[in-house]
């Protein structure tokens, strides 16, 4: 019979401190379900993502500090995730009543990656374990259908006397775009009413589901359908896409007071297409826009900078064919650089969302043969 008790257990695994919270691992309660039989102890460690990097490092902390204790012969360490979400934090009514958070994805100008972006950071998220959906807001020049492979026109069905709008899948990941309901050579001209309702029927209409994340890909700048996203969604973040050169930097900061200005807080700025390394000189990098300015914007208006994703061909190679870089290329810099991203959104939002509720106390069993 061991004489270790669920206090010891609690008080061996607090001095492992959580990083993005800077408290830890006992205090957060993150620690479940502690359990002693015998000379064997078992729990769980529950994050508030799946997309943490210190995972497997807790988990191996945990393992030892814990078998270091008198008496334990063996410790079974469970590393679980619930994706905590802001929705309690804002007034939703039928607009996306299970999403637990909602990112933004914005540029301040076209032709700076944003689209890119918001799939592959999708993707990154899908990846990590999470359920995610994607929306296309863009909805004057939808291009979610061609970096997704997927053109299908959406069925629709009546759930509790409505009709709802089914997503489409690709991926794993759920998918609304303008893009579906629209021939390839179609213009789309619509003023900013038309808009505002298109926007309202894909928050609204659209039978989303329950998902961990989903990411609006919103059209560049500050116009009509940027706007109404703002006014009519419960964002949880924005993340703001942007180059180095001059140019996307002025306008980034532009996107990024735009959200300020509306109470959406902004996760941080990431720089696309920041740099190139030929494949026959891999420890070189080319900066081929100019370097560093994403990371000093970000230092200027006093956001985290969430990082550079390289120059790839493969990139584009990828999102003409359907299938976006982390999911034909994971191996490369950019579906590594993509993958980061996805871990500093998901820990920004679980650092918002902890500021609401209360986090939950440990869960302890003791069962002692």
């Known amino acids: 019979m061991s004489d ?175 893009g579906f309901f629209i021939t390839e050579n179609s213009p789309v001209i619509w003023r900013g009413p038309m808009v505002h309702g298109l926007i309202r029927q894909f928050l609204a209409d659209v039978d989303w589901g329950e998902l961990d994340y989903l990411v609006i890909d919103l059209p560049p700048g500050t116009g009509d359908a940027a706007l109404t996203l703002t006014q009519q969604a419960p964002l949880s973040g924005a993340v703001i896409v942007t180059t180095a050169n001059d140019l996307s930097i002025i306008d980034a900061r532009r996107g990024l007071k735009m959200f300020e200005k509306v109470g959406v807080p902004v996760l941080g700025i990431v720089e696309n297409m920041s740099y190139f390394v030929p494949p026959d000189l891999p420890d070189r990098k080319y900066y081929i826009f100019g370097e560093g300015g994403g990371h000093r914007v970000a230092e200027e208006l006093g956001v985290p900078f969430l990082g550079e994703i390289p120059l790839e061909p493969r990139v584009v190679e990828g999102g003409d064919a359907g299938t976006p870089i982390v999911e034909h290329a994971p191996e490369s810099g950019a579906a590594r650089a993509f993958s980061e991203l996805s871990g500093s959104v998901a820990r920004g939002l679980a650092v918002l969302a902890s500021r609401t509720p209360a986090l939950a106390d440990a869960n302890i069993t003791w069962v002692n043969d």
């Not at 408290?23 to 479940?32: M, P, R, Y």
């Not at 301040?108 to 990656?113: M, N």
């Not at 592959?120 to 990846?127: F, I, P």
């Open 4 to 178: 270790v008790t669920p206090g010891q257990v609690l008080e061996a695994l607090r001095p492992i401190i959580d990083p993005d919270f800077g408290k830890s691992i006992v205090d957060l309660g993150f620690v479940k379900n502690v359990k002693i039989e015998g000379d064997r102890v078992a729990f769980a460690i529950e994050l508030t993502t799946p997309a943490c990097p210190v995972k497997a490092e807790f988990e191996r902390a945990a393992r030892e500090r814990v078998g270091a204790l008198p008496g334990v012969a063996s410790v079974d360490v469970t590393m679980t995730a619930e994706t905590r979400g802001q929705t309690g934090s804002r007034p939703q009514g039928d607009v996306l009543p299970g999403v637990k958070n909602i990112i933004a994805v914005a540029s301040g100008k076209g032709g700076v990656g944003k689209s890119t972006t918001a799939v592959n950071l999708a993707l990154s998220l899908r990846s990590s374990g999470a359920s995610v959906g994607l929306m296309d807001a863009d909805v004057y020049g939808p291009s979610l259908p061609l970096l997704l492979g997927v053109s299908d026109r959406p069925e629709t069905v009546e759930r509790d006397g409505e009709k709802r709008i089914l997503p489409l899948e690709a991926h794993g990941l759920r998918v609304m775009s303008m």
